[in-house]
């Protein structure tokens, strides 16, 4: 009987951990050797010298939603984020000069990059969000977040200087605030019921639908990313047309222009093993190289490993 009470209590924890409630020291563990120095910064690129947050931010939240242990690098790099924050006032872009890391660009995604900053200083462990101050933190980060927002259509503007709102940078701040009314909000800013598929930005001379692998294509599989609920047809249609019309132009791609390795990770949440095989085959020989980010990085460390038998190239095309 002992032995009985044992056994079962044996599978229950392994149960436990298969629907990923398993403690951290079980998770997989984030690695950025290359992407990381001694200040804390986290870079876009391997051994790079530009640090933009957002790709920093994104690829940290990504791997803790997919629940990898990031526990080595959020502290230093929150740390690193609140020194040039406080510095400048805002956020921005930095390069690396021999004098140190500086702000030299303005920022691209102001919206999606303080609601990354929330989600991952409200996600920090208690000691560490004790030793960041990270209360007075997230209320600075809100009240730049609230003043981005377009009172009359529910969503977030790009920056105060860009005043126009982008489909995919409000499903990222939508994901860090599922609870709230911006899913209804982004519905009905975005969707074009007519023609089955999703503005791109509020900007009325963008052109829609437009033609581009991005910013066209990639906003369309971007909810099913975030599990965002307003996907007319469900997400397993909407992934099948999108992969029936876009897949072929994302594998070609690969080697000369991002890998988007974030659909690689929709894939594999979709179950298609046979197109994440292809995005690996394609994709890791040029890891590390110009085109491959810090985002990229961390969805090579969360995929399956790629085994043999290789995919047959006309499966990949």
């Given at each position: 009987m002992r032995r009985a009470l044992q056994s079962l209590r044996q599978g229950i924890a392994a149960l436990a951990c298969l629907l990923s409630v398993c403690t951290a020291?079980?998770?997989k563990t984030l690695d950025l050797s290359g992407y990381t120095d001694a200040s804390g910064a986290i870079?876009?690129?391997?051994?790079?010298?530009t640090v933009d947050p957002y790709f920093s931010l994104?690829?940290?939240?990504l791997a803790q939603s997919q629940g990898m242990d990031i526990s080595a690098h959020a502290l230093p790099w929150a740390r690193w984020l609140n020194r040039q924050y406080t510095a400048t006032g805002h956020l921005g872009r930095y390069c690396k000069?021999?004098?140190g890391w500086i702000w030299c660009k303005a920022p691209d995604a102001d919206d999606s990059s303080l609601a990354l900053w929330l989600h991952l200083l409200r996600n920090l462990p208690a000691s560490e969000r004790q030793k960041l101050n990270a209360t007075a933190l997230e209320a600075r980060a809100w009240q730049d977040l609230q003043q981005l927002q377009d009172t009359r259509l529910?969503?977030?503007k790009v920056s105060p200087q860009v005043t126009h709102g982008l489909f995919m940078d409000n499903l990222e701040?939508?994901?860090?605030?599922?609870g709230s009314r911006l899913a209804?909000?982004?519905?009905?800013?975005?969707?074009?019921?007519p023609r089955g598929l999703f503005r791109v930005s509020t900007q009325p001379e963008h052109p829609h639908p437009g033609q581009a692998f991005y910013p066209d294509a990639t906003a369309q599989i971007y909810p099913l990313l975030v599990d965002f609920p307003g996907i007319p047809g469900g997400a397993a249609q909407h992934y099948q047309r999108w992969m029936a019309q876009h897949r072929g132009p994302w594998l070609q791609q690969v080697g000369h222009e991002f890998p988007w390795g974030l659909i690689a990770i929709v894939a594999w949440q979709q179950g298609d093993a046979q197109t994440v095989r292809c995005w690996q085959h394609k994709a890791l020989p040029f890891r590390h190289s110009f085109f491959w980010t810090v985002t990229d990085e961390v969805v090579a460390q969360l995929l399956p490993p790629l085994t043999a038998?290789?995919?047959?190239p006309k499966d990949c095309s």
């Open positions: 020291s079980a998770a870079t876009v690129q391997h051994h790079g010298d994104q690829a940290l939240w000069t021999p004098q529910g969503i977030y701040v939508w994901s860090t605030l599922p209804q909000s982004i519905h009905s800013t975005f969707w074009d019921a038998p290789l995919p047959n």
